[in-house]
């Protein structure tokens, strides 16, 4: 999550999804985001596959029509990994979560409680659950923020995107402690920061990751999602660097995109 638009949080979640599940463990990926990227890259196309009460928004919004979370997962042509899709339904959970808090009944669970709920029903199924946020901090976000065991955050190594990402996370930090006071669980396995759309030979870029590797340690991740025309390529066709054919691409730009990827 990050909610500067474009950090490469989709890009990060497919790629992650996707290699979790090439190497045998059972994987849910949740796409949490009304633009539905994911959904479309995994070949759920938001405005045609997906249809009314088919995103999360049906196993977790607010009235009597709410789904049982198993009739929504979806498989994809990845062995091992399921979706949940996304599309513009999802956008009424930020429209209904106000007014189910100023009305609320008294067994209603809070919104910040519903992902992990439902989560919680299907979670022997798998092995993890990677959740692809929206560019915001709504509802949804902080819903997805109390539901995680870990947090990874995603950010392109310049000024006013780091900024803006020292703004995002001074808000959630608020917003988390009002969560947390109300019931919410914050505890996280681990937090970390990957540095996305890396060019190495970028001074200013390779300057401001320095920065945050001196600021935040070893909670920046070793390795950089490098910025690569054969991830954008890919994407054109919507298919991660897994999917596509190494011989589309000159050698060196493959390999220097995938490495990063590898463990
Ligand atoms: N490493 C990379 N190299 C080249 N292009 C990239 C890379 N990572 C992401 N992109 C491209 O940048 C664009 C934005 O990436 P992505 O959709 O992953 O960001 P996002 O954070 O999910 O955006 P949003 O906030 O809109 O959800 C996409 O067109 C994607 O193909
Ligand atoms: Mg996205």
């Known amino acids: 999550m990050n909610f500067k638009g ?13 290699f979790l599940a090439l190497r045998g463990y059972r994987v849910l990926a949740i796409d949490l985001d009304p633009q539905a990227s994911l959904s479309a890259l995994f070949g759920h ?27 929504i997962v979806r498989a994809t042509y990845t062995p091992n990994l399921h979706i949940i899709p996304g599309n513009l339904e999802l956008m ?5 979560t106000p007014k189910a808090l100023a009305g609320r009944h008294k067994t209603d669970s809070m919104f910040f409680a519903r992902i992990g709920e439902c989560l919680a029903e299907i979670e022997s199924a798998y092995d993890i659950v990677v959740i692809d946020c929206p560019p915001q901090l709504g509802f949804l976000t902080l819903s997805a923020l109390c539901a995680a065991t ?10 006013l995107d780091v900024m803006s990402m020292s703004q995002f996370l001074h808000m959630t930090g608020d917003l988390l ?26 001074g200013p870029q390779s300057q401001m990751s320095g920065f945050m590797r001196s600021i935040f ?21 919507k298919q991660t660097l897994y999917e596509v054919d190494r011989n589309q691409f000159t050698r060196g730009t493959y390999d220097r995109a995938l490495d990063p990827l590898r463990p």
Do not use: C
């Open 6 to 18: 474009g950090s490469g949080k989709t890009t990060t979640s497919a790629h992650l999804a996707q």
């Open 150 to 159: 870990a947090v990874l955050i995603t950010v392109h190594p310049q000024m």
């Open 177 to 202: 402690s009002v969560v947390e006071d109300a019931g919410g669980s914050m505890d996280y396995d681990w937090m970390r920061y990957l540095v996305t759309r890396y060019e190495p030979n970028d």
């Open 92 to 96: 009424e959970f930020e429209h209904e």
């Open 45 to 71: 196309q938001p405005e045609f596959d997906v249809g009314e009460n088919e995103t999360l928004y049906g196993a977790i919004h607010y009235d009597a029509a709410k789904r049982d979370v198993t009739d």
């Open 217 to 237: 340690g070893n909670r920046v991740l070793e390795n950089s999602m490098v910025k690569s025309t054969a991830i954008s390529d890919a994407g054109l066709t």
